[in-house]
């Protein structure tokens, strides 16, 4: 018979992190949103004024991709880009639709967060617990 795997915790969080992420993007669907486009537009209402440059670097994407999510959002009326004319700087800004979209996906983050607190309390207060060390600089 075979010794056990040691545990890892990298690949744990790896396959735990792969598991929460399709519920997500599972989620997420109906509203016709991604979990890149929901991080997108929600780095947009988080800086309001956004450049294009900015924009490309959080989401960790080139500016041309960034530029065609951002075109997507201004068609489907989710982003206003005041941009005056090409070459000028461009200042991001997210729609009251595009507000009333994030509220949606705020209800299936809630509703995924309610529904793993319940299977998991344990990980979850340790989550918990980590992160608040973490931001505090305990780590």
């Given at each position: 018979m075979s010794e056990p795997l040691p545990f890892s915790p990298t690949v744990t969080l790896l396959t735990v992190g792969r598991v929460w992420e399709a519920a997500f993007a599972e989620g997420l669907?109906?509203?016709?949103?991604?979990?890149?486009?929901?991080?997108?537009?929600?780095?947009?209402?988080?800086?309001p004024g956004i450049s294009f440059s900015e924009l490309a670097r959080r989401s960790r994407i080139t500016v041309q991709s960034a530029h065609t999510a951002v075109a997507a959002f201004v068609e489907a009326g989710l982003v206003d880009d005041g941009?005056?004319?090409?070459?000028?700087?461009?200042s991001l800004r997210v729609t009251a639709e595009g507000e009333s979209l994030l509220a949606r996906a705020a209800e299936v983050v809630a509703r995924l967060d309610a529904e793993f607190a319940v299977r998991h309390p344990e990980l979850t207060e340790a989550l918990r617990a980590h992160v608040a060390r973490a931001v505090a600089g305990n780590n």
């Open positions: 669907k109906p509203l016709g949103l991604t979990t890149r486009k929901y991080g997108l537009l929600g780095h947009v209402r988080g800086t941009t005056a004319h090409a070459g000028a700087a461009s």
